[in-house]
């Protein structure tokens, strides 16, 4: 089959990898944030001066030195409903028994545990809820 002239070409990029999400959180909901992924995981905070002066609409949580999360703190923030967001996978170093224990001295709840199918392949994880009902999904790195 001839090809269609009037068909356009196809563009071809080759990703390297998720450089970013966006997420919004309530306006009151920095120091919640902080202490969730900063003080529970470990994360740096960036940004957050040039949020709190009014040079960026958002503040950042570094999980790698390739991956960040923006948090966009917003007057009318709604926790995701499930219609309009699932989850964020983060692949990590230690092993999920680990990951396990600590949230465990945190008390925070898993919501779930799977061997789920990723980019990286099938490996344990499991599922948490940060404070703003975003679902985290952590998986050990095979």
């Not at 909901?29 to 002066?53: K, P």
């Not at 609409?57 to 999980?63: A, D």
């Not at 990590?92 to 392949?121: C, F, H, Q, R, W």
Request: glycine content about 4%; aromatic content about 10%.
């Amino acid at each position: 089959m001839a090809p269609n002239d009037s068909t356009p070409e196809q563009l071809s990029v080759t990703v390297q990898t998720i450089d970013h999400v966006n997420l919004k959180i309530p306006a009151n909901g920095i120091e919640t944030a902080i202490a969730f992924y900063r003080d529970i995981f470990g994360f740096d905070v960036e940004n957050l001066d040039l949020y709190e002066s009014g040079q960026k609409s958002f503040f950042s949580i570094r999980l790698a030195n390739e991956n960040v999360i923006h948090f966009r703190p917003v007057e009318d923030f709604e926790p995701p409903s499930g219609n309009n967001f699932d989850h964020t996978a983060i692949l990590i170093e230690e092993s999920i028994d680990d990951v396990k224990d600590l949230l465990a001295s945190k008390s925070i709840d898993i919501e779930n545990e799977s061997n789920p199918l990723g980019a990286t392949g099938t490996a344990p994880a499991v599922y948490v809820k940060d404070p703003f009902d975003y679902l985290l999904e952590i998986k050990e790195t095979n």
